[in-house]
């Protein structure tokens, strides 16, 4: 069993009002800490969209067992970009998704993370119980 969420940004481009903010560990923001509203809006559209894709599963995920993340991360721009970064800005995204697992999230892993060029910029998460990689 597995389920996608498709957020309708990156990390690299939270929306925020009308300004975007970058949520990766290398990012130059002006303060030492992410904005506090970018990360809320992370963390509330991963639980909302992680329960809209649990709505159509007949199954649940056990809490005891692993669970493996896929992540595509679609941009304009395909320049060099660090995969560590994308999973940290990731973070509260997985926490939403995890809580509305039911799950805690240490139980999640993550494999393969990677971009693709795309004119829409969106961040693509499967979660699934098997090890294989979805297509």
Same mark, same amino acid.
């Given at each position: ?12 481009? =939270?929306? =925020?009002?009308?300004?975007? =903010? ?15 509203? $970018? ?32 992540? =595509? ?24 998704? $995890? ?7 240490? $139980? ?28």
């Amino acid at each position: 069993m597995s389920i996608t969420i498709v957020i309708p940004y990156t990390p690299y481009k =939270v929306p =925020v009002g009308n300004r975007t =903010v970058n949520l990766t560990a290398n990012a130059r923001n002006r303060r030492r800490w992410p904005d506090t509203e $970018a990360r809320d809006r992370m963390r509330s559209d991963g639980f909302y969209l992680g329960r809209k894709a649990m709505e159509f599963q007949d199954d649940s995920f056990e809490p005891e067992e692993p669970l493996y993340m896929d992540v =595509v991360c679609r941009v304009k721009q395909l320049r060099k970009r660090d995969d560590d970064n994308l999973i940290s800005g990731l973070k509260w995204a997985r926490d939403g998704i $995890a809580s509305a697992l039911g799950i805690d999230d240490h $139980a999640i892993l993550s494999r393969h993370p990677r971009f693709e060029r795309s004119d829409i910029e969106e961040t693509q998460i499967t979660i699934s119980r098997t090890e294989d990689s979805p297509p």
